[in-house]
Nanobody
Framework: VQIVESGGGLVQPGGSLRLSCAAS????????MNWYRQAPGKERELVAS????????KYADFVKGRFTISRDNSKNTVYLQMNSLKFEDTAVYYC?????????WGQGTQVTVSS
């Protein structure tokens, strides 16, 4: 079972990034997927979730209207489109799913919003 995030980087305030999360080793289409983030000195927090079919999505209040989670089950990939980025969005972003009682995490991808 493996999750690999990509797409992070340095972006100016107001800019956009699209994160990708490639999954392998499990039947991706059967599992809900999540994006979390962790800023320096802060706890990891849930950003967005998407159901296994992609038909249902949920967002943290602090990203509603700016971020969009989506998935392509034919590619075993989940995405996070981030628009109107703010300084406070700076964090390591992690992709996550839960298989049984086990949480599966990727290594994370750094997003830095700076002018």
């Amino acid at each position: 079972v493996q999750i690999v995030e990509s797409g992070g980087g340095l972006v100016q305030p107001g800019g956009s990034l699209r994160l990708s999360c490639a999954a392998s080793g499990f039947t991706f289409r059967n599992y809900d997927m999540n994006w979390y983030r962790q800023a320096p000195g802060k706890e990891r927090e849930l950003v967005a979730s998407i159901s296994s079919s992609g038909g249902n999505t949920k967002y943290a209040d602090f990203v509603k209207g700016r971020f969009t989670i989506s998935r392509d089950n034919s590619k075993n990939t989940v995405y996070l489109q981030m628009n109107s980025l703010k300084f406070e969005d700076t964090a390591v972003y992690y992709c996550n799913t839960r298989i049984g009682w086990t949480h599966v995490w990727g290594q994370g991808t750094q997003v830095t919003v700076s002018s």
